[in-house]
């Protein structure tokens, strides 16, 4: 009885000293790239929102405001552009030529505001694939204060969206339908024919 209690002992500390070890050995489950790689699919699915959403809008109506003193339909693109680019210099990826700060003021033509905003969305995915390489969790500053790249990375995202939101409330107020909740050509015609 003895010799198996030894025996089983010897058997615990041995894996003890075996489990930690091998434990070492595999990748974390959380990588850069996981969360990259799901950061990317969120990223594109906004910022093709965006690009649907100024491209379905009149020209003429890039000036309106909903009130004196409100950012216009192309400030909130040329606002949406600048903090692409300034966090992604922050993030590593270098400065466009322009200064993103003065964006909303000198950008206002429907072609031109397009064309910044994809480009700004373009240097956000270069700092993103930059990412895959460096330590997420090291501070960097932003706004006079610090933050990790990841939470860099989720203010990128999420200020996009929230102003996607306020894209969509200027379109409703001029009553332009958003392209992805306009009713498919079949359906269309379908309605046509039955008289609605």
Not at 94 to 103: A, K, N, S, V, W
Not at 127 to 143: I, K, Q, R, S
Not at 161 to 180: F, K, M, T
Request: charged letters at 30%; one cysteine or more.
């Amino acid at each position: 009885m003895k010799r198996q209690i030894f025996s089983a002992i010897a058997v615990l500390l041995a894996l003890c000293l075996v489990i930690p070890a091998a434990a070492q050995d595999k990748e974390p489950v959380h990588n850069n790239k996981n969360f990259l790689d799901s950061y990317t699919k969120d990223f594109e699915f906004v910022s093709k929102k965006l690009i649907d959403l100024a491209d379905g809008t009149p020209s003429e109506k890039f000036a309106w405001r909903p009130a004196e003193g409100i950012r216009s339909i192309s400030e909130v693109y040329m606002h949406v552009a600048g903090a692409n680019y300034g966090l992604s210099s922050v993030l590593g990826a270098g400065m466009p030529d322009r200064d993103p700060r003065t964006l909303e003021k000198e950008v206002t033509g429907k072609e031109d505001v397009i064309k910044v905003l994809k480009e700004s969305q373009e240097m956000v995915k270069k700092a993103v694939e930059m990412g895959v390489h460096m330590d997420l969790t090291e501070e960097v500053e932003a706004f006079g204060r610090k933050f990790t790249r990841y939470e860099v990375y989720l203010i990128l995202s999420g200020h996009s969206h929230e102003h996607l939101g306020q894209s969509i409330a200027y379109a409703r107020s001029n009553g332009i339908v958003p392209p992805w909740s306009q009713p498919a050509p079949e359906e269309s015609s379908d309605k046509a024919e039955e008289g609605e």
